[in-house]
Structure formats: structure tokens, C-alpha cells
């Protein structure tokens, strides 16, 4: 054996470390999804449970709306969320929340854990970026099944409402739900950070599922003596009403003036919020203490 | 004999009461999450009063089956309060758990009833929520005091905590009776999943299950699960009344005695399958 010969380890990681950094974060969380593929399809059956159950939540929560549907023509008077268009911000609420749910809320479900048990050195100590590690290690492929219920629905509902998207809300739509993604997350990783501090963050994780809940409505109905306060705040402070409304307006009806101005807003709002979070999750990092020695 | 049953009693009730003050020491461990996760709990509340009054600004009507608006927003705020008593969560899973896990056989080895332990548990659970709910709670029907049409009379009023307590019992028995389904069979998650689904949309906890007509709207009459939300609140907003209430409330407890004797049955045969290995 020519010892002059390089081993196939070195040879991986010169070919490693000569990647650009995204094309390297981009091949490991490529392993990540491959490595939680294998892992689910080792138990089909449960996959194949976990698929269904989504599903059925989806299609709970789809007979609801239609149940209140069939008691009104629309959701608020003049807004113009009928059936077919509340369907259709419905798929977008499935497209947001499904990716979410299916790339980050298991991992940073699990950040808390690992910060109370001291696993989070093993993060640490790994040569990669720690919030790419702990943000995308795990992905819940069962959780995309509502993706292509979205899509379903959504075509469905186009069809319904006659409505056919121009060329240019077609390209803005997922870049929009990419926002709404990316807003969420900032959320639930700033929240999900907080276990550095507090030790226990139940509360604040269920915090998350609540005032998310407001972005799963209209903006419209957040109207009124308490509803415009609230509509000012989840918007321009904490901007989870822009999560699904602009990519659905974009869906569904040419956007007026106050519209795009929202949507030029969600662009700033979703960079603002990134870098936020990054922030708040550097300085949580640097008050971690290891309980495992 | 009689002597031993009659000192058999005391040191018996004095184990349970160790075991109800142990629970509730354990319970207050985090009681300022538990105060700031119940005050929180009402935030869809808020969404749905905006949902409904969206809704009712769409329709045109004063009423949707039965409810005006003010009844929707009062029926959320009691079916709070019903899920409250009734909610048991993670009790099935923590029964499966410790079935699979061996840590059960503590209980068979023990002087210890299980399902009585556990019951103890949940009432030091609800007692310790209670106390340290009840400000956020009086607070949150403080403020929405303008959607109800005052006291019910003092038979409703009976009625109501009658039903509310029978329901925390129904909801007990039904979620250990599905914990119990562990004895037979390794992995109850998607069994529990299906359960949580019926729970939530059979329970009248999304919507008043009024609102439902025809052979659906039969078929969630005829099921338990309307006793942990729907029932209480439809009691206090004088949509069940009369007969009626005498009815539901016999058959309530008619479902509550067929829970017990279905959750007592299940651990009896559940334990003589059991197996448990090692120290």
C-alpha cells in the first residue's frame, strides 16, 4: 500500500472543505432530508399512520369551514372572502404551516431538550453553523401530505372562483409563502432559544400555536374597537397577519394600493425578522451552560 | 375482622390523602407557567369571537342554529370552562407508557390501586389548575361578562356542575380506558390519534354541535364525547332544558357507570396479561 496516496477520507474532505459554504450547507441538509427519509420509510406503517392523521386534521378543519359556509355566503361582509377564496387562503395557511411543521417545528421541539439535557454540546462542538444544525437536522416528511392537499385545494378553488393568476402572482406567490415561512420560524427559533434562559419554555412554545392562530384568519375580520388595535399590531409589529394574507390576495384578486404596500412590507418584515432571530439565538447561545458536565 | 376494617379505613384514607397532597405539591413545582399557560389558553378565543362576528357581519342573520352571536361567544368561553374539568392530557399516553415500559408492575406490587392512584392525580391536577386558574379564568369572564344573559336559575346552575363534573369522570375513565388499550397492543399512538380527533370535533369544542342537522348531526348526539364540552355549555345557556336535561344528564351518567365498568375490566384482564421481566 503507497502510503503517498491519499485515503478516501482525505480525499472526501479536501472535496468537502472545496465547496462554497452554500453548496456544502446545501449537501449536508441534503443528507439530513436522505437520513430522515430512510428513517421513515424503516417504519411504514407509522409513516403511512402519521400521513393520514395530518390528513385528517386537514380534512376536520376543511368540514368546519364548510359547515360555517353553509350558514353564510362570506366571511365578513364586503371583504370578499367567499367560499372558494377562504378555500384558497386555506391551502395557503396548509402550504405555510406544512413546511414549517415539516422542516423546523420538530427540531426546535427538540432544541428545548436538548438545552435542558446538555445535548446541545454535541451541536456546538460539530464544524457547521449551530442554528443550521438545530434548525434543519430532522425533517417530518408525514407532514407534507398537507402540502399536496394544499395544492389540491388550492386548484380546486381557483377553478371555483374563475379567477386565473397573471405570470407575475404566480412567481410572487411562493416566494411569499417562502416569507410566511421564514416569519414563523423566526418566531418559533426565537421562542425555541428562550430555553437557555428560562430552562422550561412550555408555555412560550404553546405561545407560538396561539398567536400564530391569529394569522390563520383574514386579515379583514381583525375590525372594530379591539379588532384594529390588534390588526396594527399583528401586522406591523409582530407581522404574523402578513404570513398567509399577501400570498393569498396575490391568489385570489388583483391587489389594491394598500395591498402592495403590505407586500413590500412583508419582504422587510421577513429580512428583519431573520436577522432578529439569528440575533436573540446568538446571545441565548452565549449564556448556555452544558448540564451534561 | 370488623376491628382491622374499621383501622384498615383510616390508615387507608391517610395513604390517599399522602398520595393527593404528594400530587399536588407536584403540581405547583411550575405554578407561574401554569398561571401564564391558562391565561393564555384563551388567546383562540379571541379568534373565534372575530371569526363568528365575521361571519354573523356575512350571513345578515341574527341566529345560526339557535346561537346569536353573543351565545357563540358565551358557549366558547363554557366549553372552556367544561374542557377544563375534562381535558386529561397525556393520561392514555402515560398509562401505554408505563404498560410498555414495565414501570406498571410498581402498581401490582404495591398496595396501590392504579386507576385510583391515578384519579388522585387528576384530581390534584384540576385542584391545583383551579387555584391557580381561577384569577385568569374570573378575569377573562370579567371582561366578557356582556355575552351572557346573567345566572342561570339555581336548577340549571345545579345541573351545570353536576354535568361538569360528570364530565371530568367521563373524560378520565375514557382516556385510562384507552391508555389500557396498551395492554393489548405495542404502540397505541395512532388509536390515540383517532381518539383526540373524535374528542375535538365530536365534543361540540370547535363548534355547537346544534349546528350540525340531519343523520350527522344524530350520530354526534348518540356519542360520550358531547359531555366533555357541548353538554355543560348547552345546560348554562338554557339550550338543553327540562326533559331534555333530565334525560341528558341520566344518560351522562348512564355512559359514566358503562366507562367505569369498562376501565375496571380492561386493567383486570389487562394485568393477567401482562408480562414484566427483570428487576
Redesign the interface.
Known amino acids: 500500500m503507497n502510503s503517498e496516496l491519499p485515503t478516501r477520507y482525505e480525499i472526501r474532505t479536501e472535496r468537502a472543505s472545496a465547496r462554497s459554504a452554500p453548496s456544502r450547507y446545501g449537501a449536508v441538509f441534503l443528507m439530513f432530508a436522505r437520513n430522515s427519509l430512510v428513517r421513515d420509510m424503516t417504519f411504514r406503517a407509522?409513516f403511512i399512520?402519521e400521513v393520514i392523521?395530518a390528513l385528517?386534521?386537514m380534512s376536520?378543519y376543511l368540514?368546519?369551514y364548510i359547515?360555517?359556509f353553509e350558514?353564510?355566503?362570506?366571511?365578513?361582509?364586503g371583504?370578499g372572502w367567499g367560499k372558494y377564496q377562504f378555500f384558497a387562503f386555506l391551502a395557503t395557511t396548509l402550504f405555510v404551516n406544512s413546511i414549517v411543521e415539516a422542516f423546523f417545528m420538530p427540531n426546535t421541539e427538540e432544541l428545548s431538550e436538548l438545552i435542558r439535557s446538555g445535548g446541545l454540546d454535541f451541536a456546538l462542538l460539530k464544524p457547521i453553523d449551530t442554528q443550521f444544525l438545530v434548525s434543519l437536522q430532522r425533517v417530518d416528511w408525514s407532514s407534507l401530505a398537507n402540502f399536496l392537499f394544499a395544492a389540491c385545494l388550492l386548484g380546486y378553488s381557483l377553478l371555483k372562483i374563475g379567477h386565473v393568476p397573471g405570470w407575475p402572482q404566480l412567481l410572487l406567490y411562493p416566494l411569499y409563502v417562502g416569507c410566511g415561512v421564514g416569519m414563523l420560524y423566526s418566531l418559533m427559533i426565537t421562542l425555541a432559544a428562550t430555553s437557555i434562559w428560562l430552562g422550561?419554555n412550555?408555555?412560550l412554545y404553546?405561545?407560538w400555536f396561539?398567536?400564530t392562530?391569529?394569522s390563520?384568519?383574514?386579515r379583514?375580520?381583525?375590525s372594530?374597537t379591539y379588532?384594529t388595535p390588534?390588526n396594527i399590531a399583528f401586522t406591523y409589529i409582530l407581522p404574523v397577519l402578513l404570513v398567509v394574507n399577501v400570498p393569498a390576495w396575490l391568489m385570489v384578486r388583483p391587489l389594491n394600493a394598500e395591498e402592495w404596500s403590505l407586500a413590500v412590507y412583508a419582504l422587510v418584515a421577513t429580512a428583519a425578522c431573520l436577522a432578529l432571530s439569528r440575533w436573540v439565538f446568538g446571545r441565548a447561545l452565549l449564556s448556555y451552560r452544558s448540564a451534561s458536565s | 375482622m370488623a376491628a382491622a376494617a374499621i383501622h384498615a379505613s383510616p390508615s387507608k384514607l391517610k395513604t390517599w390523602w399522602t398520595i393527593l397532597r404528594i400530587c399536588i405539591e407536584e403540581r405547583l413545582v411550575y405554578r407561574g407557567d401554569f398561571a401564564l399557560g391558562t391565561l393564555m389558553r384563551f388567546l383562540p378565543l379571541v379568534t373565534q369571537v372575530f371569526l363568528w362576528s365575521a361571519v354573523f357581519a356575512g350571513t345578515k342573520q341574527q341566529e345560526i342554529a339557535g346561537y346569536s352571536y353573543r351565545d357563540f361567544v358565551a358557549y366558547y368561553l363554557l366549553t372552556n370552562v367544561a374542557r377544563a374539568f375534562s381535558s386529561m392530557p397525556g393520561l392514555a399516553t402515560g398509562i401505554a407508557r408505563q404498560v410498555r415500559g414495565g414501570e406498571i408492575k410498581k402498581f401490582l406490587i404495591q398496595p396501590v390501586d392504579m386507576v385510583g392512584f391515578l384519579l388522585l392525580s387528576r384530581v390534584a391536577h384540576k385542584l391545583v389548575y383551579y387555584g391557580v386558574a381561577l384569577a385568569p379564568f374570573a378575569l377573562v369572564f370579567y371582561l366578557c361578562r356582556g355575552f351572557f344573559n346573567g345566572w342561570p336559575d339555581a336548577a340549571t346552575m345545579t345541573a351545570f356542575v353536576a354535568s361538569l363534573l360528570m364530565g371530568f369522570l367521563i373524560g378520565f375513565y375514557m382516556e385510562a380506558l384507552m391508555g389500557m388499550l396498551g395492554f393489548w397492543m405495542l404502540e397505541v399512538s395512532s388509536l390515540l390519534f383517532v381518539f383526540i380527533l373524535f374528542t375535538f370535533f365530536f365534543s361540540g369544542h370547535m363548534f355547537p354541535i346544534d349546528m350540525l342537522s340531519g343523520w350527522l348531526g344524530w350520530f354526534f348526539r348518540q356519542m360520550p364525547f358531547q359531555y366533555l364540552a357541548y353538554f355543560p355549555a348547552a345546560i348554562f345557556l338554557g339550550k338543553i332544558s327540562g326533559p331534555d336535561l333530565a334525560w341528558g344528564l341520566a344518560v351522562e351518567f348512564a355512559w359514566l357507570i358503562a366507562l367505569i365498568i369498562a376501565c375496571r375490566t380492561a386493567f383486570h384482564y389487562g394485568v393477567k396479561r401482562y408480562a414484566g421481566y427483570g428487576g
Request: aromatic residues 22%; glycine residues 12%.
Open positions: 407509522n399512520i392523521s385528517s386534521w376536520m368540514g368546519f359547515l360555517i350558514y353564510t355566503p362570506s366571511i365578513g361582509a371583504t422550561r412550555q408555555t404553546d405561545f396561539y398567536i392562530n391569529f390563520r384568519y383574514p379583514e375580520i381583525y372594530g379588532g390588534l
